[in-house]
């Protein structure tokens, strides 16, 4: 069953800085990676997604790379403004059955005005 | 498109009580599951569907059932609720497109509280 970890649980920066958020997962043989962003009470934003055979994906502010191999995401966030304030969970799509994503518990940011 | 819809947004049931959360998506995607989202433990599959006509049991399935008579609607059962129950459940749709490249949407969630 895949496994997926997401460090930091928490994370609060001022606004304008650069910061990156870590997922690792632990079964290597998956199609493709999404990042999410919730905000509190709602549902699931898809941000990006990074097929198996990229490296990376860039959306305005967003990066987000993939190192399928040793099964690590991370997500790039430039420039932080207080509306990024959310939490932020990756999924990884398995390969295998009917190709379901599986979470981790996310991290949740703070962007500090 | 109004992408995936689901009702109610909030419901509060006693134990032993039957319900159905509806989801509904206009986007003619064959893949359709339900999660569950509980604090510190990151969403769960419950139940998935490829297909009209076809369903399978995800992670955390007990207590639940489901059915796909249509593309466009994925009704989740609760049998008889329990206080174990109680949770944020999310709806999600995407194509069945082996190449990887196809987003997995989400609709904005039912809140259900089991007394």
């Known amino acids: 069953k895949q496994e997926v970890t997401q460090i930091p649980a928490a994370l609060s920066v001022p606004e304008g800085e650069n910061l990156v958020l870590n997922c690792s997962f632990t079964d290597s043989a998956i199609y493709n990676l999404q990042w999410f962003r919730q905000d509190p009470g709602k549902g699931l934003t898809s941000l990006l997604l990074?097929?198996?055979?990229?490296r990376e994906q860039t959306s305005g502010r967003l990066n987000a790379s993939l190192d399928k191999s040793s099964g690590r995401s991370t997500l790039y966030i430039a420039a932080s403004q207080p509306g990024d304030s959310a939490t932020y969970l990756c999924?990884?799509?398995?390969?295998?059955?009917?190709?379901?994503?599986?979470f981790g518990t996310g991290t949740r940011l703070t962007v500090i005005p | 498109n109004a992408g995936v819809t689901q009702t109610p947004k909030f419901q509060v049931l006693k134990t032993g009580q039957s319900m159905t959360l509806q989801c509904a998506q206009d986007m003619n995607h064959e893949y359709m599951s339900w999660y569950r989202q509980d604090p510190g433990m990151g969403l769960r599959l419950i139940h998935y569907?490829?297909?009209?006509?076809?369903?399978d049991q995800g992670e955390v399935p007990n207590g639940y059932n489901v059915s796909r008579s249509t593309t466009e609607d994925f009704p989740l059962r609760l049998l008889s609720a329990a206080p174990s129950q109680t949770s944020v459940y999310f709806c999600?749709?995407?194509?069945?497109?082996?190449?990887?490249?196809?987003?997995?949407?989400f609709g904005p969630g039912t809140r259900l509280t089991v007394l």
């Open positions: 569907s490829v297909g009209a006509g076809i369903t």
């Open positions: 999600a749709s995407r194509t069945r497109s082996p190449r990887g490249a196809d987003t997995q949407y």
């Open positions: 999924a990884p799509r398995d390969q295998t059955g009917a190709n379901n994503l599986f």
């Open positions: 990074i097929q198996s055979s990229q």
